[in-house]
């Protein structure tokens, strides 16, 4: 499977972005759980949001909550974030996962990798 991510750029504080993450390789990425996580400088890469396959279990870190929305287009095979009133401290790389396993995914063990999209946030 190979996700690739999309999306980020600069914005200013309060502005809006949507990353796009593009799953490939196998026919069966339709059954994958799917997140996203972060890694800010300097910082620990952190989970930011996920879903589990069938979309009904959508967890969120508490800094993003009610900002953040993760959604997906399983026709696409693609999972998205839109993330509004963005601050600074969202500034990071933005990293697309995906596995067979939801609790792994959400503990930051998927089975796959993007390669990561870079997302700055001016104040």
């Known amino acids: 499977v190979q996700l690739v991510e999309s999306g980020g750029g600069l914005v200013q504080a309060g502005g809006s972005l949507r990353l796009s993450c593009a799953a490939s390789g196998r026919s069966f990425t339709y059954y994958y759980n799917m997140g996203w996580f972060r890694q800010g400088p300097g910082k620990e890469r952190e989970f930011v949001a996920a879903?589990?396959?069938?979309?009904?279990?959508?967890p969120y870190a508490d800094s993003v909550k009610g900002r953040f929305t993760i959604s997906s287009d399983k026709a696409k095979n693609t999972l998205y974030l839109q993330m509004n009133s963005l601050k600074p401290e969202d500034t990071a790389v933005y990293y697309c996962?995906?596995?067979?396993?939801?609790?792994?995914?959400?503990?930051?063990?998927?089975?796959?990798w993007g390669q990561g999209t870079q997302v700055t946030v001016s104040s």
């Open positions: 996962a995906a596995g067979t396993d939801f609790r792994t995914v959400v503990r930051g063990s998927p089975d796959y």
């Open positions: 879903t589990n396959w069938q979309g009904t279990n959508t």
